[in-house]
């Protein structure tokens, strides 16, 4: 496995990989990477050679959220891409993505209108920026995208449409503790008792889902019913649970033909999000 900081290193290497005929898979992340992350890695393994990038991307971060204080820990990131099965770890400084009097963007609407979008208004307008920049750089046959992140998930599937980039998006399941908590790198925010209090995200998912196999369809009694079970919890105060559009990612009615059941919850300062896709009958 190979680390490199220029974009110069990674077309160099990904040519000579073209040259030999091998296909690409590339799995982008902020780093501080956890089984969620090596899940993909191991899916994009499909291919004959993996690239993955760790930056902690500055443009999708709000002036009151955590960009300052997100984890870091390139040795343990490098050892669980190793572990993964990673052929190359792209590790830019933000001076290598972002030149001075950088002034292009990637942005979108509906999609990106709801959810996370609403709550963080500038977030969605980075995450397509960024993630253009790193499809250009790699050109990878393939990406892989963790369903938890669901928002982000069909933003890039629509931007990769829409302007017509030749890259298979993949979506890949939640991973999660064994006592149902979704993986993610903000886990390690919560102290002991927020750990414990988190458990009310998974539980009202966990509910979703129940109700939806029930034959339960009206969103209004779906989100009544998580809202109960987030709502017991003290230590937890909702952003947002909302029933929305797999296409649209609006707001809909009913789960009939299929919906995205999502959330997101603060417990104590951390934000914290998680969902169930009802693909209908």
């Known amino acids: 496995m190979v680390v490199v900081k220029t974009i110069k290193e990674v077309r160099d290497t990904v040519k000579q990989w073209r040259k030999e005929g091998l296909t690409v898979g590339f799995v982008p992340t902020m780093g501080y990477l956890h089984e969620g992350h090596q899940s993909l ?4 393994g499909e291919n004959d050679r993996v690239v993955v990038s760790i930056f902690l991307n500055p ?19 490098k050892q669980k891409c190793l572990e993964a099965g990673a052929d190359l770890i792209f590790a830019p400084e933000v001076s290598e993505m972002y030149e001075d009097n950088f002034q292009s963007y990637v942005d979108m609407n509906l999609l990106t209108e709801e959810l996370c979008g609403l709550t963080r208004p500038c977030h969605f307008r980075g995450v397509c920026t960024v993630v253009t920049k790193l499809f250009n750089i790699v050109k990878p046959d393939k990406a892989y995208f963790g369903k ?6 069909a933003v890039i599937k629509r931007m990769v449409a829409d ?8 979506g890949c ?4 503790e064994e006592d149902g908590l979704a993986k993610s790198s903000r886990n390690t925010y919560l102290n002991a008792d927020e750990r414990k209090a988190a458990l009310v995200l998974s539980k009202a998912v966990k509910k979703a889902e129940e109700l939806t196999e029930n034959g339960v ?17 003290p230590l937890a105060k909702i952003d947002y649970i909302k029933i929305v559009s797999l296409d649209t990612m609006q707001q809909i009615s009913s789960t ?3 919906a995205l059941i999502a959330m997101a919850v603060y417990i104590g300062k951390t934000r914290l999000i ?8």
């Open 41 to 44: 890695i191991r899916a994009a």
């Open 59 to 77: 443009m999708q971060f709000g002036p009151t959220e955590d960009l300052a204080t997100y984890p870091k820990d390139i040795e343990r990131d």
């Open 148 to 153: 938890k992140d669901a928002q982000q998930l």
């Open 163 to 170: 302007l017509n980039m030749d890259i298979e998006i993949v």
């Open 173 to 176: 399941p939640i991973i999660r």
């Open 217 to 233: 369809r009206n969103s209004a009694e779906i989100i009544s019913a998580m809202t109960s079970i987030v709502e017991a919890e």
């Open 256 to 258: 009939e033909g299929g």
């Open 274 to 281: 998680d969902n169930f896709f009802y693909e209908g009958e």
